[in-house]
């Protein structure tokens, strides 16, 4: 992954659920996908404190990805 320049490595998990045949006819195959990046490991450290002492903008970030693949 590239953000602002900086390249790192990022590992995800990725789940298979199936492949299904929806009611056009159409083969369709589904995956989740999710894993999380620290916006510190790319040189985004910027933050802020509210009055009650919560933090603005948290480090990770968590990705979270439903994909559907249509066979064509």
Request: hydrophobic share 45%; glycine share 12%; proline share 3%.
């Amino acid at each position: 992954m590239q953000i602002k320049g900086q390249s790192k490595p990022v590992v995800l998990k990725a789940e298979y659920a199936g492949i299904a045949v929806d009611p056009y006819g159409q083969i369709k195959a589904g995956m989740t996908i999710s894993g999380s990046i620290k916006r510190s490991d790319f040189g985004l450290t910027w933050s802020a404190v509210t009055e009650a002492g919560h933090v603005v903008v948290g480090d990770e970030i968590k990705l979270a990805v439903e994909l559907q693949l249509i066979k064509q």
